[in-house]
């Protein structure tokens, strides 16, 4: 049974987060998502995100190839929610590629490429646009 734990906002769901966490749960037998808090997008980014934290979890958590899912709630605690959550593999875009090498040494940690052409920044702008 391997447990596989990723991360992020999931801001207006698009396909690119629906084909990383598919990717995501292939690598694995039960995935994880920590869900970035409106907080931590803010502190992140400057701006809250569109859908706050609570719908951005329950989208995620219905998806049928996600199991369980939590708040993110500070960046700093990535190694004790990898220990907490009893993560086998670290899941995460490859927009983030090295910067979490250090947990090699609890766990198997992947990047996985990400699609290309769409993005939360992108669609805002394009509404903006229109
Ligand atoms: N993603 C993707 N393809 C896209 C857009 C996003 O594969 N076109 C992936 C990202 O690489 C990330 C996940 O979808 O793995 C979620 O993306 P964001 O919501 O932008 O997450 P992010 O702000 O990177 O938050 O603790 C880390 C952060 O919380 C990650």
Redesign the pocket.
């Known amino acids: 049974m391997k447990r596989v734990l990723?991360?992020?906002?999931?801001?207006l769901f698009h396909v690119?987060?629906l084909?990383?966490l598919k990717r995501a749960r292939a690598l694995g037998d039960y995935l994880i998502v920590?869900v970035?808090t409106d907080a931590?997008?803010y502190s992140?980014k400057q701006r809250n995100p569109i859908y706050n934290q609570e719908h951005r979890k329950e989208i995620i958590q219905e998806l049928k190839f996600v199991d369980e899912t939590f708040f993110?709630e500070s960046?700093a605690l990535?190694r004790q929610y990898i220990i907490d959550y009893k993560a086998d593999i670290l899941v995460?875009?490859?927009?983030?590629k090295g910067r979490f090498d250090e947990f090699k040494d609890i766990c198997e940690v992947v990047y996985?490429s990400?699609?290309?052409s769409?993005?939360?920044t992108e669609i805002i702008e394009i509404v903006r646009e229109t």
Request: net charge neutral.
């Open positions: 990723t991360f992020g906002t999931f801001d690119g987060h084909k990383i920590g970035s931590l997008n992140k993110e960046l990535k995460m875009g490859d927009d983030w996985l990400r699609t290309a769409i993005s939360t």
